[in-house]
C-alpha cells in the first residue's frame, strides 16, 4: 500500500521528553526573539523588540546550542521522535552555523534582515481593541532603543570583519528613510497611528502619535549611522564568496548542494523553460512571440484588475475557488485552513508573501500582495500561479496544515520549523501540480505560470554565479563573467516585469546570498522523490496520500525530506 502509517498514522500521544524540550523552547524563542513570536503568532511579546546587540547575538546562540545539545542526548521514543529530533538537530545546527560564523549579527540587507521586521511586524499585530492599540504604542516607543542597539550590533559585528556589502547599507539606509517619511509625506508609523480608532487628542492617540513620531526619528538616525559609520567600513563587492555561500545555502535548503553541478543544472533547466514559453505564446498570439502574446494578454480587458479593492477582492476569490476545488478530492484540508485572507500591503516594494496563521487561527493564513508605488491596476494572468504559490495548495496548505496538525508535530515543528527549501520548493511544486490538475488550461494563466518558472531558474544561476564567481557559459548573458551590469541586462532577458522591479529582484539576490535558488532546487527535489517513489510503488502509488505524506512531515530540511520520502514510500 502507498506510504502506509510510518508517520501519517501516527495517533496523539502522551508528550515525550523530545517534545516537551520542543514545547518550552518555542516559549524561550518566542521572548529572544519578539518579532518572531509575532509573526507565529505566540502571545505576550508584541510589546518588544530582540536584542541585536553582541550581547543579544550570544544570548541566542547560547540558546540554540544548549537546545540541540539537549535534544542531542534525548533518545527518541518512536519513529515520530526520530523524525523531530533528527529535524531539530538539522535545523538548529544550521542557524548555530550562521551565528558562529558572525552571519547573523552583520545581517543588513534590502529585503530580508532584522531590519525589515521593524515594519512588518506591525502588519501581523492585533488592533481590535483599545488595549490592542495601547501594545502598538508601547512597541513604537521601543523602537528607538532596540535599533539603536541593532547599531552598535552591526558596529560590533563591522569590527570583527563582518559586514554587508556597501550597496546593501545604502539600500537599507533608504529603505529606513521611506518607512520613516517626511514632513510632506508622512511614514508608515505616522500613518499607522492615524488608523486608531479614538480620537487623536485622547491620552492613547497621543502616546500612539508621539511614540510613532519618535519611531520615525529613530529610523531617520539609524539611516544616518548606516551612511556615517557602517558605509566606510562595508566592501563594495557584492559577492560573498563560496565559503559563506556555502553556510547560507546549508541554512536555506537543509542541504549540502554540488553548487556547480546546480549552475549547470540550472542554465539546462532555464533552456527548457523558455522553449516551453515560446511554445504557449505561439497559441496566443501566433507568429508575434513571448513579448507578443505578454503584450496581448496585457490588452485584455478581461484580464485587468482596476485599483486596490479590485485586486484584493480577486485575490480572496481565487484563493477560496482553489480550497474548496481541492477539499477533498486532491487534499484534505482541515476546516480551520479553509480560512485564508488575501490583503495588500500598506507600503509598496515589499513583494508578495505569506504569513502564517497564529497558533490558535484567530489570526488566519494570509497573502499579501505589495503594488508597486503608484500602480493601481494589475493583471491576472501574471497572478493566478501566484496565488496557488502563496495559498492553496502551496504556502498556506503546507503551513498552515502544520499548523494545525497537533497530533503529529510537536510545538517546535507545527510553529518554528522552517526552511526556506522545504517551504518555497512546496510552494513552486503547487504551481506545476495546478498544470498538472488542469487549473491552468487557460493559455494565458499557463503563461503567467512559466514566466514564474523562468524567474525562478534564472535565479538559481544569477545567484550562485554571482556570488561565486562562476564563469558564464559562451553566448548565455551579456559577458562571460558576472557583474552587476552583466546581471541587470540577464533580468531583463528573462524576467518580464518593470525594470524598478528588476532592480530589486538583483537587489535582494545580492544581499540574501543563497536564498533565492531554493524554489527551484526545493521543486527539484520533490519532482525527483515523487519520480522515485511511482517507480518503487507501480500501480500503488497514489499522488494525493503522498502529498498527504509531504505535508505530515512538517518542514524538514531538503537533505533529510528527500531521505524520509524514501523510506516512506519503500514501506
Known amino acids: 500500500m502507498a506510504s502506509v502509517g510510518p508517520v501519517t498514522t501516527f495517533s496523539t500521544r502522551p508528550p515525550t521528553p523530545l517534545d516537551q524540550l520542543a514545547d ?77 560564523a558572525g552571519y547573523a549579527q552583520s545581517d543588513l540587507n534590502s529585503s530580508s534582515s532584522p531590519l525589515q521586521a521593524f515594519r512588518e511586524a506591525f502588519d501581523l499585530m492585533p488592533t481590535e481593541t483599545e488595549d490592542d492599540w495601547a501594545t502598538v504604542a508601547v512597541r513604537l516607543a521601543a523602537m528607538p532603543s532596540a535599533l539603536l542597539g541593532y547599531a552598535r550590533g552591526l558596529d560590533d559585528a563591522a569590527s570583527r570583519g563582518h559586514v554587508s556589502a556597501a550597496r546593501q547599507v545604502r539600500l537599507a539606509a533608504e529603505r529606513a528613510r521611506q518607512w520613516a517619511g517626511t514632513e510632506d509625506r508622512p511614514g508608515f508609523f505616522t500613518r499607522l497611528a492615524r488608523q486608531a480608532p479614538f480620537p487623536a487628542n485622547s491620552a492613547l492617540g497621543r502616546d500612539l502619535a508621539d511614540a510613532a513620531e519618535r519611531a520615525s526619528g529613530s529610523l ?22 563560496r565559503d559563506r555561500y556555502l553556510v547560507e545555502s546549508r541554512f536555506h535548503t537543509g542541504a549540502r548542494l554540488d553548487l556547480d553541478e546546480t549552475y549547470e543544472w540550472g542554465w539546462a533547466e532555464l533552456a527548457r523553460i523558455v522553449a516551453e514559453k515560446e511554445r504557449v505564446a505561439e497559441q496566443i498570439a501566433p507568429g508575434q512571440g513571448v513579448a507578443g502574446a505578454m503584450a496581448a494578454l496585457d490588452a485584455d480587458p478581461a484580464r485587468i484588475l482596476r485599483g486596490r479593492d479590485a485586486l ?24 480551520p485552513v479553509r480560512r485564508l485572507e488575501g490583503l495588500l500591503t500598506p507600503t509598496p516594494g515589499e513583494g508578495v508573501y505569506y504569513s502564517a496563521p497564529s497558533e490558535d487561527f484567530s489570526r488566519p493564513g494570509r497573502m499579501w500582495w505589495s503594488l508597486p508605488d503608484g500602480v493601481e491596476d494589475m493583471t491576472t494572468w501574471r497572478e493566478t500561479t501566484t496565488v496557488f504559490h502563496e495559498g492553496a495548495p502551496g504556502h498556506h496548505l503546507q503551513i498552515g496544515q502544520a499548523v494545525h496538525d497537533a497530533d503529529r508535530l510537536n510545538r517546535w515543528q507545527r510553529l518554528l520549523c522552517w ?50 564567481d562562476l564563469p558564464i557559459p559562451a553566448g548565455a ?95
Do not use: N
Open 24 to 100: 518550552g523552547f518555542v516559549d524561550s524563542y518566542a521572548a529572544s526573539q519578539p518579532a518572531v513570536a509575532t509573526y507565529i503568532g505566540v502571545p505576550g511579546h508584541d510589546d518588544r523588540w530582540p536584542d541585536l546587540t553582541r550581547d543579544g547575538h550570544e544570548a541566542h546562540a547560547e540558546l540554540l546550542r544548549s537546545t540541540r545539545a539537549q535534544a542531542e542526548a534525548l533518545e527518541p521514543t518512536d519513529r515520530r521522535d526520530e523524525i523531530a529530533r533528527s529535524a531539530m538537530l538539522e535545523r538548529l545546527g544550521a542557524e548555530l552555523d550562521r551565528y558562529d
Open 220 to 241: 531617520h538616525g539609524f539611516a544616518e549611522h548606516l551612511d556615517r559609520v557602517l558605509l566606510p567600513t562595508a566592501p563594495e563587492t557584492d559577492g560573498v564568496g
Open 312 to 335: 484584493q477582492a480577486w485575490l480572496q476569490e481565487t484563493g477560496d475557488r482553489a480550497i474548496a476545488a481541492l477539499d477533498g478530492v486532491h487534499f484534505d484540508i482541515p476546516e
Open 419 to 468: 526552511c526556506s527549501g522545504a517551504a518555497e520548493g512546496w510552494a513552486l511544486y503547487a504551481e506545476r501540480l495546478m498544470q498538472e490538475l488542469g487549473f491552468l488550461d487557460d493559455p494565458g494563466d499557463l503563461l503567467g505560470m512559466l514566466d514564474s518558472q523562468e524567474l525562478r531558474a534564472a535565479r538559481v544561476v544569477l545567484d550562485i554565479g554571482v556570488h561565486l
Open 477 to 571: 548573458a551579456g559577458g562571460d563573467r558576472w557583474t552587476y551590469d552583466v546581471a541587470l541586462a540577464f533580468l531583463r532577458e528573462h524576467v518580464s516585469m518593470p525594470d524598478a522591479m528588476r532592480v530589486d529582484e538583483l537587489h535582494r539576490y545580492l544581499g540574501w546570498p543563497g536564498q533565492a535558488p531554493v524554489y527551484k532546487i526545493g521543486e527539484r527535489v520533490l519532482l525527483v522523490c515523487r519520480d522515485e517513489a511511482r517507480q518503487r510503488m507501480g500501480a500503488e502509488f497514489d499522488l494525493k496520500r503522498w502529498h498527504a505524506d509531504v505535508l505530515s512531515l512538517g518542514q524538514l530540511g531538503l537533505d533529510p525530506l528527500a531521505a524520509e520520502l524514501a523510506r516512506m514510500s519503500s514501506v
